[in-house]
């Protein structure tokens, strides 16, 4: 029998990692019956693309290798099957599997158990459901690949942690400003404090501060993406517009890439609890939302390339050709474009000096830890801002949120301002704003102006949480695709008399522009980077979809 923690299975699912005979019949069709013997290796940390096995006899040891040896993580009995998230996503495998004791055992390569999937409706949902549980067990254990040292006072090292947490993948973190001896041996090899965090990845690679990028690339995240490959459909961001429009593109048969700078979720990510979603009445964390939609479109056989950015999109001939950070070019016969938005900075002096170190752009479980206890000030009357106030509001002493406006209701939903109002860890101040930050190596004090009285107050404060009004992301587009006066991208009916918006393409096909189109064919634009967008998650999913029903029409042309 399978021996996964207490807990790590809700109580009433039985049979969720075991097969009955009946499903070990129907899985049969898929793969093929093997013998092994003791010892045998069945796949290795780091392998890609590995087979799910299914114990008819014998034992399989799932452990992971550390300094030490081994790590049981669990074993497998008759009925059990092996595989977690990694089965789908065709990203490198963490853990080994070893046969305890010889039998038979039913091998389901990638390519089978994606058939399987799509075939058996049953199936496909134990499958998935074990995946899921299993991989947010391996994250809750920190049984990952990834050992990463560095400090709470490190602005590198929140960036690391954020990037594995968002893209769910388990690390196990050394504090070094707890763990002395940590600090010792980087001291002893000269690991100067501009090369921390430290990431040793893999277990045998060793990274100095490196950018997301390189611990993207050396996790292996992108080893199953083919980048000569011409595919149906580029899909340029993974917030919650572009992650619908994978689910959709994925369940239909087209041949899709995603590709996400980050992790997925977009700014939706950075919100602690989304309330006013369909579907949830209790709520969602925008992280939960994001990664059970990657999980959703990953399960239909969508790709996802994950820490590259598009710097540049060709759109002189088709198939279009998106370019890289690191120069490569991917083609497609029709783009998405779902970059979403960032949050405006404020004009301030040192602010891009204590980002990480004392201001952040997002309120989720790992900042609200850094700031137990103590005073916080949230900049924002949105629904973001609220939604931070609120959650913060459980951990920190107090919470003062700064409003330039008069008021809330043009801008956030009604019951975010009940409970911002009636809150009495939140204290509200309209016409406010910071004018002032200071600090030597992170933020100390805080300096606010009322603008209804002119008189300034300086605080010593060390948390800022900016979530101001939005720009699109849209620089790397500017002479590409026709845009408003404030960069957004005009779609549709929007495009009509371009004459004064610069830069201005000219609409190049016979038909007029579907719904969400931009002035290039072929090319859509959905979510917060779409001029006249309604800047709410359900609609970000709602635009997301469409856009795969018009590409179905651009592609029979």
């Keep these: 029998m399978s021996t996964w923690p207490a807990g790590t299975i809700d109580a009433g699912n039985e049979g969720l990692h075991t097969l009955t005979a009946a499903q070990i019949i129907r899985a049969r069709m898929c793969g093929t019956v093997r013998k092994a013997d003791r010892g045998e290796i069945l796949f290795q940390p780091g392998d890609t693309n590995v087979p799910l096995f299914v114990a008819l006899s014998g034992t399989i040891a799932i452990v992971q290798p550390d300094v030490s040896g081994e790590r049981l993580v669990d074993t497998h009995g008759p009925g059990d099957f092996t595989g977690e998230i990694t089965m789908i996503t065709g990203q490198k495998t963490l853990v ?42 391996l994250i809750s254990r920190g049984y990952g690949a990834v ?12 960036r690391l942690r954020e990037f594995l947490s968002r893209n769910d993948q388990p690390y196990t973190y050394i504090d070094l400003d707890k ?26 690679t060793v990274l100095r501060n490196p950018s997301t990028q390189q611990l993207a690339d050396c996790l292996g995240l992108n080893a199953s993406v083919d980048a000569a490959s011409l595919r149906d459909l580029v899909i340029v961001g993974g917030g919650p517009a572009g992650l619908a429009s994978g689910v959709y593109g ?76 690191n120069g490569n070019l991917l083609r497609a016969r029709a783009v998405i474009l779902a970059a979403g938005a960032h949050y405006n900075q404020p004009r301030l002096a040192n602010l891009e000096k204590f980002a990480g170190q004392g201001v952040y752009y997002g309120a989720t479980y790992m900042e609200s830890q850094l700031c137990e206890g103590a005073d916080v000030i949230v900049v924002g009357g949105g629904n973001s801002a609220g939604q931070a106030a609120v959650f913060l509001s459980q951990t920190a002493h107090r919470v003062y949120m700064l409003v330039r406006s008069g008021n809330l209701s043009d801008t956030m939903s009604r019951y975010l301002i009940r409970r911002i109002t009636e809150n009495p860890a939140i204290e509200l101040h309209y016409h406010t704003e910071v004018v002032a930050l200071e600090g030597n190596k992170e933020l100390e004090q805080i300096t606010w102006l009322d603008r209804s009285t002119g008189e300034t107050s300086t605080h010593p404060i060390c948390h800022l949480f900016v979530m101001t009004g939005a720009s699109p992301r849209t620089a790397w587009l500017q002479g590409c695709v026709a845009l408003d006066e404030k960069g957004f991208i005009l779609t549709g009916r929007d495009l009509d008399g371009l004459a004064g918006v610069a830069p201005s393409p000219t609409w190049r096909s016979a038909r007029p522009p579907l719904m969400l189109e931009t ?39």
């Excluded at 050992?147 to 090292?157: E, F, K, P, Q, V």
């Design 96 to 137: 080994r599997a070893r046969v305890a004791s010889p039998g038979e055992f039913l091998e389901i390569t990638a390519e089978g158990l994606r058939l399987l999937i799509a075939r058996d409706a049953e199936l496909s949902e134990v499958f998935m459901r074990a995946f899921i549980l299993r991989r947010s067990m």
């Design 147 to 158: 050992s990463l040292m560095g400090s709470r006072h490190s602005a590198d090292t929140l």
């Design 179 to 204: 763990d002395q001896v940590s600090q010792q041996l980087l001291d002893h090899f000269q690991v100067k404090l501009s090369e921390i965090p430290v990431v040793i990845c893999g277990g045998t």
């Design 250 to 325: 994925a369940s239909e048969g087209l041949d899709k890439l995603l590709i996400e700078n980050h992790a997925p979720g977009g700014q939706a990510s950075s919100s602690s609890k989304i309330e006013n979603y369909l579907g949830f009445p209790t709520g969602i964390s925008g992280q939960e939302l994001a990664s059970r939609a990657m999980a959703q479109a990953q399960k239909f056989g969508m790709q996802m390339m994950v820490g590259h950015s598009v710097v540049r999109l060709n759109g002189s001939r088709r198939p279009y050709e998106i370019v890289l950070d």
């Design 519 to 557: 002035s290039l064919p072929g090319i859509f634009a959905v979510g917060d980077i779409r001029a006249g967008s309604v800047k709410r998650v359900a609609s970000a999913v709602g635009e997301g979809s469409m856009a795969v029903q018009f590409v179905h029409k651009v592609l029979a042309e």
